[in-house]
């Protein structure tokens, strides 16, 4: 079935390291891709979103971009600060039923 | 700024309990959904109702059923709670049935069943 396959944590970081979480999706057709954060104790909130192929979603730093050739949807940052520190969830739009799919989720620490 | 309100941060229940948890958006929403969290596997949808009074099942109904009299409000229940079902339940909602539609989330209940 449709399914999001993200790469596994925890990933520890030094402040100014570079970042990437890798995500893949399985899907007919081309659904609607999203980046969410979860702080410490809370619910999660979108981070960006991609609709299309070959759309680049960015918010705060953070960019990814939507690749149909190879079905991935990378979360990149060039500098993490230590505020970064989250679990990050990549998810696709889930078609007919209207919900999201979600990988299971990349915990990542930024050490000062 | 849509708020999806989660009626508890935490709570914890006996085996056997009734358990009811709430969840009210104030944006107009179609679709809300109850999500369970657990560590190692990611969220893992529960219900979901695309309109008042419609329900449909996720990928683990079982041990639970939902409730959506207002369109507003949307509310799962755990009939009779067990300790497997200690866990963070998230709630979600949506604008539409559309591409594109993101989610917006609660800010979580943690509910222990001991």
């Known amino acids: 079935g449709d399914s999001v396959t993200q790469m596994e944590g925890p990933v520890t970081l030094s402040e100014e390291a570079f970042l990437t979480i890798n995500c893949t999706y399985t899907?007919?057709?081309?659904?609607?891709l999203f980046w969410y954060v979860q702080y410490p104790g809370e619910g999660l909130q979108l981070l960006l979103k991609a609709t299309k192929a070959d759309d680049k979603g960015s918010n705060k730093g953070f960019e990814a971009t939507y690749r149909k050739e190879t079905t991935s949807f990378h979360l990149e940052k060039g500098s993490v600060q230590v505020s970064d520190s989250a679990v990050y969830f990549c998810?696709?739009?889930?078609?007919?039923?209207?919900?999201?799919?979600f990988g299971k989720g990349t915990k990542l620490s930024v050490k000062p | 700024d849509v708020k999806v309100t989660q009626s508890s941060r935490y709570l914890v229940k006996r085996t056997g309990e009734k358990v009811f948890l709430e969840c009210v958006q104030d944006m107009d929403h179609e679709n809300m959904f109850w999500y369970r969290q657990d560590p190692g596997l990611g969220l893992r949808l529960i219900y979901f109702s695309y309109d008042v009074k419609m329900k449909e099942k996720g990928d683990i109904p079982e041990g639970y059923s939902v409730s959506r009299e207002k369109k507003e409000r949307f509310s799962l229940i755990l009939e009779s709670a067990s300790t497997n079902q200690t866990s963070m339940y998230l709630c979600?909602?949506?604008?539409?049935?559309?591409?594109?539609?993101?989610?917006?989330f609660g800010q979580g209940t943690r509910l222990t069943v001991v």
């Open positions: 899907a007919t057709g081309y659904p609607s």
């Open positions: 998810a696709r739009y889930g078609g007919s039923q209207g919900n999201l799919i």
């Open positions: 979600a909602s949506s604008l539409r049935r559309a591409a594109g539609a993101e989610a917006f």
